[in-house]
């Protein structure tokens, strides 16, 4: 390029304008591919009925919009500037004053800063929600009145499932109850591996030598799958189970699957293996065992078909009072 | 490479001396400039190799959720020695190529502060490149068994149990790049410290050698750490001590509180100088000087500040209880540094007069890069999401475009444009762009698909997350499609770096002799740069340059001749 073409014709022989309109649709593709990453995780479907997932979700769906608004409009403004101030379409840099747009600056800080804090406390309420919250704190808010404890053992390369009142140690595919919070710890017998359940927000390590607690619940069977106890067939739900942390040759086919059947379904699976299903109450809510308590059976509400029963029962009953 | 070796010695020879000559020259040198170039080589022949070794696993991905080729263990020792490779023996060698060839001149220093210190981090690169690779070599051989296979970060137990000489070879190839980059980081931010001109005062310095000293303080915090959880593996398992073996009383996670003690910070600077030359690139070729110079600085010190308080979001999975609150606070906090950086890259461009030459392009796209992974990072500080997403492939777009698009496409950028003044030559400017365009569209295709696949909305994939490091798919086998468009782009950017390569190689010798070839693009801006032009340096200043320019878009038309005789007579200064 000539020295002093800067006050010349807008078109230079070069074919300026050209090479501006490609490396401005160069950066529009990084623009599309943008708003298509983070566009995606804003139309998530919601998560319903499975936890820790769905306390997670509304929370991530913000965080995606928000890159989507922030970050979007600055890759815009740059695709922009790119097409409408290079030196083929433009033929001089406009001045910049001292102190110029001093007041732009303190705003867009002031805008991180209050983006920034409003993150920062949704995903400290989000975590004590989730990841943080104890065993108890999590029957109390999602209103589980039954809990039940399993222990995983992670070795190279295979998982072992302990759930409490199954008399055999379950491997590749562990049966769990629904609507009921399934409260888990972790430990490995060599190396550091991790628990984790994707479909329901779940990653804990089992690191050997410590052992990790946290739950999930889930609250509806689809039946998508099936599985089969003393010759009955149950309907299923079924959640694959990785290893989210390099453990040796085998790490990628360290796998296994949770079924989730029915809590009715569940007994009768726990019967066929020899055991019994050890559900305990968590003293939240109304169960099996609190059908006495009076309060309890609306917060209780999504805790099964008992529940459902108790419902009607009740209200029924408030009807007799009319 | 004889080209600029005859240009330096004939240099040498005008002040009397007789150096070495042929390979004794390279050898034993302490001239910072051929250091730089040194450095600058061993980047590309490593980029060259850890490149070659991602494009041999990427292609076994696609081809079936099973793998076709490789081993399963041969598949993790090259995606560990891939990692090991770009980020020890690339971005760090590339970068101090700059730092070397380029911190005298922009500081009008004659030296580095310590030149024998200096030969001995060039040095040390060959030796760390060597010892990695020797057990690749030796297990094609059928001597050794498979090169490091534990990840990049290595964790104990699986390192310490991993029986093979390749594991050891890791740590100590990384070590000796770890020893050799701490007596150079300390050279470089020593050579700031007393060797700058005496009228360079600190808010004079060009961006670029701000974000040194921001990237060399780092480095000296960071690296003892990594040498100390590596020192320690290396004991545990050579010299049976225990630190990381919990049956012999030891901790696992021990290691990861260290490891990440460094492994922060250094992600820092890993992109920080890439940053600095695209700062400092998009300002020149915008012609317009650095928007808010000020701001920028202490925001890069907020971000290399925090970036020391912020490691244990790694380790939001292992069992941390509370404490991630004031991680996800820190981790947070680096948004406001990374903004006003990007802030001010955009209101330099806007309204500027952007000439898109090929380090221009790359120094737009690291401000686009940063934009993804500063986004796609935020789910990663906060523990709630970092719980779904966690070693799921949306972690591996996340790093790709902060180490990728940010730390290397600015450091690709400073190749661009300091090539000419490396080596004398001007490299063909068609193959650059062709690499450009290569690069950005390849890389950032890649990434996202990565980032697609992580977070279960790649094409086909029915809402399946893709775990990370996982040699094969065959929980969901749906997910071939999105492997395939993945490597379709890692290929797209693999015939572009080839082409940097040709072109680099090629323009060597065969390039147009040039001093500064970007010396009419700038005529009439007083915007000098050091490196270029020489001292004195006067920063280039909104009044500065308004009163060179006299208006800019403002000027009524009329007045253009005017100011181009104005700009005569300020070019003529330099």
């Known amino acids: 390029m000539a020295v002093g073409d800067d006050i010349g014709p807008v078109w230079d022989e070069r074919g300026d304008v050209f090479e501006a309109l490609l490396w401005g649709v160069v950066f529009l593709f990084t623009f599309v591919l943008f708003i298509i990453e983070f566009g995606n995780g804003v139309i998530e479907p919601e998560e319903e009925g499975l936890f820790p997932i769905a306390t997670i979700v509304d929370f991530k769906q913000t965080m995606f919009l928000s890159a989507l608004i922030g970050g979007g409009l600055f890759v815009a403004l740059i695709v922009w500037a790119v097409f409408r101030y290079s030196s083929g379409v433009r033929d001089r840099a406009a001045r910049m004053a001292p102190g110029q747009g001093r007041f732009m600056l303190t705003m867009f800080v002031l805008a991180v800063l209050v983006i920034m804090s409003t993150t920062v406390f949704t995903g400290a309420a989000t975590l004590a929600q989730t990841d943080e919250a104890s065993p108890a704190d999590a029957a109390e808010q999602l209103g589980a009145s039954q809990q039940i404890h399993m222990e995983v053992t992670a070795s190279q390369w295979f998982w072992r499932f302990d759930v409490e009142g199954i008399p055999s140690t379950q491997g590749e595919r562990v049966v769990l109850p629904a609507n009921t919070l399934v409260v888990f710890e972790t430990t490995s017998a060599d190396v550091i591996h991790s628990f984790a359940i994707k479909e329901l927000g779940i990653t804990k390590d089992a690191v050997p030598g410590q052992t990790n607690q946290a739950w999930f619940m889930v609250n509806h069977v689809e039946g998508e799958t099936s599985v089969q106890a003393g010759g009955e067939s149950l309907p299923a739900d079924r959640y694959e189970v990785h290893c989210a942390e390099l453990c040796g040759k085998g790490h990628s086919k360290m796998l296994a699957s949770v079924y989730v059947v029915g809590q009715e379904d569940y007994h009768t699976w726990a019967e066929a293996q020899g055991g019994e299903a050890a559900l305990e109450s968590t003293g939240v809510g109304g169960g099996e065992h609190s059908e006495e308590e009076e309060g309890g059976h609306d917060e209780g509400g999504d805790g099964g078909m008992d529940m459902d029963e108790d419902g009607e029962m009740d209200m029924g009953s408030e009807g007799d009072d009319h | ?574």
């Open chain 2, 1 to 574: 490479m004889s080209t600029e070796t005859a240009g330096e010695h004939g240099h040498d020879e005008e002040h009397g001396h007789h150096g070495p000559t042929g390979w004794r020259y390279w050898l034993y040198t302490t001239d910072h400039k051929v250091i730089g170039i040194i450095y600058l080589w061993h980047a590309i022949f490593a980029f060259a190799l850890g490149g070659l070794a991602a494009l041999i696993f990427r292609t076994d991905l696609a081809v079936a959720p099973e793998l076709e080729y490789l081993s399963l263990l041969g598949y993790n020792s090259l995606v560990s020695i891939h990692a090991l490779t770009m980020i020890f023996f690339v971005i760090i060698p590339l970068q101090g190529a700059f730092f070397n060839y380029m911190l005298p001149l922009f500081l009008g220093a004659d030296e580095m502060a310590w030149p024998r210190m200096n030969a001995l981090g060039a040095w040390g690169i060959t030796a760390g490149l060597t010892v990695l690779y020797t057990p690749m070599v030796g297990n094609f051989l059928g001597y050794t068994g498979v090169p490091t296979a534990a990840g990049w970060f290595q964790y104990p137990p699986l390192n310490t149990m991993m029986n093979s000489v390749g594991q050891d070879a890791g740590i100590l190839g990384v070590a000796i790049l770890a020893i050799s980059s701490t007596g150079s980081a300390a050279n470089f931010f020593v050579t700031i410290l007393n060797e700058r001109d005496p009228e360079m005062g600190w808010m004079d310095l060009p961006p670029f050698v701000w974000f040194t000293v921001f990237t060399n303080v780092l480095a000296l915090y960071s690296i003892p750490w990594a040498l100390d959880a590596l020192g320690m593996v290396w004991l545990e398992r050579n010299l049976a001590m225990s630190f990381f073996t919990a049956r012999a009383g030891g901790d696992p996670l021990l290691y990861q509180w260290i490891w990440w003690t460094f492994g922060h910070p250094e992600v820092y600077v890993l992109v920080l100088p890439g940053m600095g030359i695209a700062a400092e690139v998009i300002s020149r070729f915008s012609e317009r000087p650095i928007y808010g110079y000020k701001p920028l600085i202490a925001s890069t010190a907020i971000v290399s500040v925090a970036s020391m308080g912020v490691w244990a979001h790694h380790m939001y999975a292992t069992g941390l209880a509370a404490s991630r609150y004031a991680f996800m606070v820190f981790s947070m906090a680096i948004f406001l540094g990374f903004g006003v950086y990007i802030y001010s890259m955009v209101a330099t461009m806007w309204k500027g007069r952007l000439h898109l030459t090929t380090p221009m392009l790359f120094s737009i796209s690291v401000v686009v890069g940063l934009l993804y992974s500063g986004m796609d990072g935020a789910f990663f500080g906060q523990p709630a999401t970092d719980l779904q997403f966690h070693s799921t492939y949306f972690v591996v777009g996340h790093f790709h475009f902060t180490i990728v698009t940010v730390g290397l496409f600015g450091l690709l950028a400073g190749v661009y444009y300091w090539y000419p003044r490396m080596t004398g030559r001007m490299y063909n400017t068609k193959l650059a762009k062709f690499h450009a365009f290569t690069t950005i569209v390849g890389m950032f295709g890649l990434f996202f698909m990565m980032a697609m696949l992580g977070d279960g909305t790649a094409p086909g994939s029915d809402g399946v997350m893709m775990m990370r490091r996982y040699a094969t798919y065959v929980y969901a086998p749906q997910l071939q499609l999105g492997h395939i468009i993945t490597t379709v782009f890692a290929y797209v950017a693999a015939i572009g770096q080839l082409a940097f390569f040709v072109n680099l190689l090629w323009s060597l010798r065969a390039g147009e002799e040039v001093t500064d070839p970007w010396d009419d693009l700038f005529s009439g801006q007083n915007m000098p740069s050091p490196e270029w032009d020489g001292l004195p340096y006067k920063p280039p200043t909104a009044i500065a340059v308004s009163e060179a320019t006299d208006g800019g878009e403002e000027a009524v038309p009329d007045g253009g001749a005017e100011t181009d005789d104005e700009v005569d007579v300020q070019g003529g200064e330099r």
